[in-house]
Nanobody
Framework: QVQLVESGGGLVQAGGSLRLSCAAS????????MGWFRQAPGKEREFVAA????????YYADSVKGRFTISRDNAKNTVYLQMASLAPADTAVYYC?????????????????WGQGTQVTVSS
């Protein structure tokens, strides 16, 4: 069992930046692919970014490429999402997730564990 807890959400103005953190339990954190998803009211959960076990492999949704950066610190059992140039379309609840492999990293069924989410609101 892996527990994930997101933090760092809040209200920011368009064009601003925000850094989300996801703290994971267990010493096996480094064995998991980590991903970030987001979900706005009335919309399906949307893939944002993923990072491999070592942190060397990353993948981003087209909507956030060049603006968001995913990283991880395995010693701290923490994954981060640095968000820049934020726009109102980025407003959503952001979830971190842990999965067993690089397969299906862009879909929810590719992950086994989920955090409770943190709200990000971007004002115009």
């Amino acid at each position: 069992q892996v527990q994930l807890v997101e933090s760092g959400g809040g209200l920011v103005q368009a064009g601003g930046s925000l850094r989300l953190s996801c703290a994971a339990s267990g010493r096996t954190f480094s064995r998991y692919v980590m991903g970030w998803f987001r979900q706005a009211p009335g919309k399906e959960r949307e893939f944002v970014a993923a990072i491999g076990w070592s942190g060397g492999a990353t993948y981003y949704a087209d909507s956030v490429k060049g603006r968001f950066t995913i990283s991880r610190d395995n010693a701290k059992n923490t994954v981060y999402l640095q968000m820049a140039s934020l726009a109102p379309a980025d407003t959503a609840v952001y979830y971190c997730a842990a999965g067993p492999s690089w397969v299906r990293i862009t879909t929810s069924d590719g992950y086994n564990y989920w955090g409770q989410g943190t709200q990000v609101t971007v004002s115009s």
